[in-house]
């Protein structure tokens, strides 16, 4: 069972909606079923720009093998060390896929919710953790009241600054996880004729008129992959795709790989 919430709002006519333990509804008549693993998909039809938004089944499957296997565990310690002092009440984990991360953070706020736009995503995140608060929705258009949450998490996904923004109360944080610049050079040298840097700053001028940075990070991981392992990580990797194929059926071969993980943490706080 989700936790109640009285963050949630509906997400067609924005009233508050009352979180039962069957079905979540609002004033206006609206209603969302609690489907039998514990989720609640709150995207309507008009916020879904295609049939299955997100990740598909093939990437969401490396991705969980990948991540159980601890290859990313310094990153997601690293993440629970910056979260540790704002000592959140609610806090949201934006794209939270199949919860590797979200999984960890009960012990950083009071409630979690989880939430992501990729419903098998979820369906997975919430068959195993029963900790936290999963909802399929948007994260252009959160369902959630104006200040309601204190905290935003946001791994490798989207930033919609001006939504954090009113969705987090008065001095609210938005933590976010981007490549820093060397993340998996070796790798992507074995795609790619060049390869280039990731420039984890230039999101920040989007933030400046509404946040300021108020702490960094940046962590690495050496990672000794094996065949599977390698195979996991091409899968879940987006610009695996834009590799010339001969390429990345070359790296495939590799019986054991290595390379380095490099992440950039950055903490705003709401002006
Ligand atoms: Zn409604």
Not at 177 to 198: I, N, Q
Not at 258 to 269: C, D, I, N, V, Y
Request: net charge neutral; with cysteine.
């Amino acid at each position: 069972m989700p936790l109640n919430s009285s963050a949630i709002v509906c997400p067609l006519c924005r009233l508050p909606l009352a979180c039962e333990p069957k079905v979540w509804r609002c004033a206006g008549g609206h209603s969302f079923d609690v489907a039998r693993d514990g989720y609640v998909n709150l995207l309507p039809v008009q916020q879904k720009n295609s049939l299955d938004p997100g990740d598909s089944a093939e990437s969401l499957a490396a991705r969980r093998d990948f991540l159980a296997a601890g290859h990313y565990r310094p990153l997601r310690d690293a993440v629970l060390r910056m979260l540790a002092p704002l000592q959140a009440q609610r806090l949201l984990d934006l794209g939270c896929g199949e919860g590797y991360y979200t999984s960890a953070f009960p012990g950083a706020a009071t409630e979690v919710i989880g939430l992501d736009i990729a419903k098998p995503a979820i369906q997975l995140a919430a068959k195993r953790i029963k900790t936290c608060t999963w909802l399929v929705a948007s994260g252009a258009q959160l369902p959630v009241a104006d200040g309601s949450l204190d905290v935003i998490t946001c791994l490798f996904t989207q930033l919609h600054v001006g939504e954090m923004h009113r969705a987090l109360r008065n001095g609210g944080h938005v933590l976010v996880v981007t490549p820093a610049p060397t993340h998996l050079w070796s790798l992507r040298a074995g795609l790619f004729d060049e390869v280039r840097a990731h420039q984890p700053d230039k999101f920040l001028a989007g933030f400046e008129a509404q946040f300021e940075v108020v702490a960094r990070d940046e962590v690495h991981a050496d990672l000794q992959l094996t065949q599977t392992g390698l195979r996991q990580l091409l899968a879940m990797t987006p610009y695996v795709w834009k590799a010339r194929p001969e390429k990345r059926l070359a790296l495939e071969q590799s019986e054991c790989f290595e390379t380095g993980a490099a992440f950039s943490l950055l903490l705003f706080k709401k002006r």
